[in-house]
């Protein structure tokens, strides 16, 4: 089992930068493929991008393509998303998520692990 919580949101203007951090407690970090996620008020969750329990490979969504990257330390059990041009249409709740079967996986039905999330906004 894995507890994560992420920090990092908040009001950024258009074509600002945010990072994102999801901590997570629990055993064997490196086991989990971890994935971003975000919702929009009325809308679905939508996948944005995953990582392998390595750090080797990844995978985004074409909407953050160029603009998000993923990264993990295994050593202190953390994932992070940066996030740069950003764009008011990001603005949603962000979510991490924990998987640990296989990767990848894009469906947020596939992870068993979610953080409660954290509000960014980004005004045009």
């Known amino acids: 089992q894995v507890q994560l919580v992420e920090s990092g949101g908040g009001l950024v203007q258009a074509g600002g930068s945010l990072r994102l951090s999801c901590a997570a407690s629990g055993r064997s970090f490196s086991s989990y493929a971890m994935g971003w996620f975000r919702q929009a008020p009325g809308k679905e969750r939508e996948f944005m991008t995953t990582i392998s329990g390595s750090g080797a490979s990844t995978i985004y969504a074409d909407s953050v393509k160029g603009r998000f990257t993923i990264s993990r330390d295994n050593a202190k059990n953390t994932v992070y998303l940066q996030m740069n041009s950003l764009k008011s249409e990001d603005t949603a709740v962000y979510y991490c998520?924990?998987?640990?079967?296989?990767?990848?996986?894009?469906?947020?039905?596939?992870?068993?692990?979610w953080g409660q999330g954290t509000q960014v906004t980004v005004s045009s």
């Open positions: 998520a924990a998987r640990g079967i296989s990767w990848p996986a894009r469906s947020p039905a596939e992870y068993a692990y």
